[in-house]
């Protein structure tokens, strides 16, 4: 059974950073499409930002762009999102994905099949 491992999150005044990584644990695939999607309380998920395998296309939200960027390392088979100038609007539980054996670079949360458990992030003002 695979599992998608996150880490770095936590609380973060605004303005703030916070580095999330993710990496598949268990029954491991490595070629894999990934992404990171967030919900906010009462609130349904939303996407933030996918990478393609290769690494060479990526795609943000509008909210995030120009603060936020994910990139990956395939040696370390491990995704990661860098925040920056972090706003209390970015407070949400963050999830990674990844559908296994896909090149592509993938913006819809149904296009995936492997979810993290989450990591929370909490920005105060």
């Known amino acids: 059974q695979v599992q998608l491992v996150e880490s770095g999150g936590g609380l973060v005044q605004a303005g703030g950073s916070l580095r999330l990584s993710c990496a598949p644990a268990g029954r491991t695939f490595s070629i894999y499409a990934g992404g990171w999607f967030r919900q906010a309380p009462g609130k349904e998920r939303e996407f933030v930002a996918a990478i393609s395998w290769r690494g060479d296309s990526t795609s943000a939200a509008d909210s995030v762009k120009g603060r936020f960027t994910i990139s990956r390392d395939n040696a370390k088979n491990t995704v990661y999102l860098q925040m920056n100038s972090l706003k209390p609007e970015d407070t949400a539980d963050y999830y990674c994905?990844?559908?296994?054996?896909?090149?592509?670079?993938?913006?819809?949360?149904?296009?995936?099949?492997?979810w993290g458990q989450g990591t929370q992030v909490t920005v105060s003002s």
């Open positions: 994905a990844a559908k296994a054996y896909s090149h592509l670079l993938l913006i819809r949360a149904e296009d995936y099949d492997y």
